[in-house]
C-alpha cells in the first residue's frame, strides 16, 4: 500500500513538473481591424481569487480576432450591475459592448453573476449566475466567453474546447517527444504519452474522447488510439512501412489513414470494431493525409500523382477521384471547415509554406499567414480560427489565425518545440 | 554532424512513459436555465509504465582492421553509414555509390546481417508527405542494393520523415544535412 502511494506521488510530481512546463503563453500578433469595441469590466468581489475572472474573458475575446477589449486603464468607472451603468461614458469611449459582474465564494467553490449589455441600444442582452467548483474557475470563465461570443456573433463559442500537441526537445539520437492536451488558451496542460521516439499526427475521435495518433515507441511507426479519461489505449496498426495519418470519420466508427505495407504510401479506410480495411486510393504515387468532408461522404487528401503533392477529394458513392488545388507546386494537409465549404492547407509560395484558405466553390486560394515554415493547420470546432504550427526563432511554436486571416497570435511554449496541434470537437 | 543513430540503433533505451493524465473534456453541463456549472473535470494521475532497454546484437565485428572508410573487404560494416541527397529527390549521388557498393558487399557476404534503412527528408512541408518522401529514398536505397545482389530479407525500410533532424536550423546546411539514408544495422 506504501508502495503503491508512493508510486502514485512520484507520478503526480512528474505530472506536476510537466505541467510547469508545457503551458503555453499567449502573445497577440495581429489584431483584426474589423474588431468590436467591447469593455469587460473587472467582476467586483474577486479580487483574491486565483484566477482574474474577467481577463481571462478578456483574453478570450481578443484571441478570437472578433473583438477588440478596452483596455482597464481606459475605464472611467467599475460598474458591477446592469443597474450602474452610465451607457453615455461608454459610448464616449466608443465601446459597442459591455460585460460587467461580481463574484463570491460558495463553500469550496465560486458563485459567480455576469451580464451583457448592447450600449447603443442600451439594452440588457444576457445576464446568468454561474457556479463552479474549485479548480474550475477558469472553466467557468471559458463558458461566460461562449455566452458572450455567441450572443454577439451568433456563432458557437469554442473557448471550452482543448488542443493536443507535441512537444520535442533534443536532436539527431536524444530527443523526447511528447504529446500533450491542453485548453484552447494554451493552459491546464496534461501529458497523454512521452517517448524518445517520433510521436505525431494527433488526431481528436468526433465525441474528443479519443485520440489517434502515430508512435514510433517500438522503433517502428505505428497507430495507436488511447482513451483520455483511463489512459488506456490500443495499437491500430502496425504494417511493415508507414502507418500514417489517422482521421475519425464523423460517425466516429472509422479511420483513415495512410499505409506502405503494398509498397507506397496509398489511403486506407479501417473500420475500428471490424478491424476490416477498405483501400481508397491506388497509384503509383504518394497518396496520404486524409481528412474527412463533415457529412462523411468523401475524403480530402493529399496525392503526388501529378507531379507535386495536390489535395484530392475522393467521392465514396462514385469512386471518383477529383483534384482540387491548381494554385501553386505545392498544396498538402488540407482540413475541411466545418460547413464543408472551404478547405484549409498547407501551400508553397516565394515565401515559403503558410497556411491557406481554398472555397471549393470559387477555388480561389488565400493565403492566411505570413510566416515561412507553417505546417498542420487544424480548425476550430466553430470553423473561426485555424491553428498551426509555425517557426519563432529557431523554435518550433503554434500559431494561430482567423479563417479571414484578419487577427493571428502565437502560443510560445518555454521549452523544446510544439508542433502538430489538433483542436478538439465542441466537448460540452 | 554524422549521425551516431546508426552505431547501435538497437541499443536506444524504450523507456516510454505512459502517462495517464486524466484528460476528460471540459464536462461543464452548465449554462442551462439555472446557469448552474458542474465543473467535474477530474485530476487523476496515473502511474508511469517503463520499458527495458532492449540490447543491441553486434553483428560482424570479428574482422581483422584495415579500415578504409568504406572500402573493407574483410566482416566488418562498412564505416559511412550515411548517404546524402538533393533537395526533393531520392536519386543515388553518384558520389555515394561506392559506399552503397560496400555496403551491398558486406550484406552479401554476411547473409545473417540485416540493415534497417532509415529515411529522412529536411523540415520543409507537411510531416506526413514528408514520411512519405522520406521512405522513398529508403526505398530507393533499397532497390539500388538488390540489383546489387542483397537479398530483400535482410533489408528493412523505416522512414522517420522530418522527425528526427541530424541538423537544426532553417538554411540549407542543415537542410542538406537532414535529406539522408541511414544504415542502421
Redesign the interface.
Known sequence: MKALMT??L???L??AS?LAQANLTIEITRGSDRATPIAVVPFAGGDDFPEDVAQVIHDNLERSGYFAPLPRRQMLDRPSDSSEVRYGSWRGLDVRYLVVGSASREGDGFRLRYELMDVSGERRMLG??????R??LR??A??IS??IFEAITGIRGAF???IAYVT?QG???N?Q?TLY?A?ADGRNS?????????I??PAWSPD??RLAYV???????AIYIQD??????VRATSF???N??PAWSPDGRRLAM?L?KE?R?EIYVMDIASRDFQRITNSSS?D??PAWAPDGRSLLF?S?RSGG?QLYRHDFSSGEQKRLTFTGN?N??GRFSPDGEAIFL?H?SSNG?QVARQDLDSGRLVVLSDS??D??PSVAPNGTMVIFAT?QG?SGVLGAVTADGRASFRLPSASGDV??PAW?PF?? | MQPKRGLKPYARTLAVALSLAFVAGCSSSGGTQDGSMDGTRGGGAGGGVAGSGVSGSQVGGTGIGTGGAGQQADGRIPQQRTIYFEFDSDRIRSEFESVLASHARYLRENGGARVVLQGHTDERGTREYNMALGERRARSVERFLSVQGVSPSQMEVVSYGEERPAARGQNEEAHAQNRRVVFAY
Do not use: C, K
Not at chain 1, 483520455?228 to 489505449?233: K, M, P, Y
Open positions: 508510486s502514485w512520484a507520478a503526480v512528474l505530472l510537466s446568468e449566475l454561474v457556479t463552479a467548483d479548480g474550475e472553466g467557468a471559458h463558458y461562449d455566452q471550452q474546447t482543448r520535442a536532436l539527431g539520437d530527443m517527444f492536451v485548453d496534461q501529458q497523454v504519452l512521452s517517448s524518445p521516439e517520433p505525431l499526427s474528443g474522447r508512435s514510433f515507441e517500438t522503433e517502428r511507426p483520455l479519461a483511463s489512459g488506456q489505449r511493415e512501412g508507414i500514417g495519418a495512410s506502405s509498397g504510401p504518394i496520404t493525409e493529399t503526388d503533392p505545392y498538402a494537409r498547407i508553397r509554406f515561412r515554415f505546417e498542420s517557426q529557431n508542433r502538430e478538439s466537448l460540452n
